[in-house]
């Protein structure tokens, strides 16, 4: 798969498709750690996210699956086994088609436009330091399509777990997935949910990362559950920054 992690599109036991970032990704570590607690708090905000999962990918495997590789540096080495974050591909291949790009002129086709607006205030709560990444997808013969939020891994500054917080951070390359949001309302019901997001929850999916993917550093897991915590009362200020900023997303606002 295309991108810095260097993913792999895997069939799973399941019998779902996913693409598969490898605990020694070109990135960082952490990056799976990321993407599974972004990802999931995305999912609990009721935003459009690819469902995840831990994946467990044996050593008999990469062994006899030398694409299974990472390219470093000029090197090639083997995927690392054990523990890897898999993000479920957002539509069957057999089914339909994926495109990470679509047309300006055919965003009046997009389903679920209104979703940006949501998915904005989680990559700010987020501190996604990253441009906001959409997968557009539509079935067989469907007109119409629909965007789904993928790739989390640089939410949390990346591997650093720290929240540099800049306007143009964590949004999406056209301001035409803004251009319709007129105010406050536009952000409904995604801005509630995660403002009143209770804080067991963002523990419980905290707890569900495997310790390895952060190197059983605790205290600084708990670092960013604290700082998710008191991040919540602070989203609109942070959609603000960027609302005011020389990029005037939102050409139709209307103050209350």
Sequence with gaps: MRGGAQSHLMRCSDGHFYVVKFRNNPQHLRVLANELLATRLAERAGLPVPVTEVVEVNEWLIRHSPELNIQLAGNVIACEPGLQFGSRYVVNPVEGR????????????????????????????????????????????????????????????????????????????????????????????????????????????????????????????????????????????????FRVSPRRPFPVWVEN
Excluded: H
């Excluded at 959409?134 to 989390?152: C, N, S, V």
């Excluded at 035409?176 to 804080?199: D, H, N, Q, T």
């Excluded at 707890?207 to 550093?217: C, F, H, Q």
């Design 98 to 241: 994926v495109f990470d790009w679509l047309p300006i002129e055919l965003f009046d086709r997009l389903r679920n436009i209104d979703a940006f607006a949501g998915m904005l205030a989680l990559d700010k709560w987020t501190g996604n330091a990253n441009g906001r990444q959409a997968a557009f997808w539509r079935k067989g013969r469907e007109r119409k399509y629909t965007a789904t939020f993928i790739d989390q891994g640089y939410c949390f500054n990346a591997g650093e777990w720290t929240f540099p917080d800049y306007p143009l951070r964590g949004v999406f390359a056209r301001n035409e997935a803004y251009a319709w949001v007129k105010g406050w309302e536009s952000f409904e019901p995604w801005l509630s949910r995660i403002e009143g997001m209770c804080e067991d929850e963002i523990w419980t999916q905290a707890g569900e990362i495997p310790p390895e993917w952060y190197g059983s550093e605790w205290g600084a897991l708990e670092k960013l559950g604290l700082a998710l915590i008191e991040r919540r009362a602070r989203v609109r200020e942070l959609i603000t920054c």
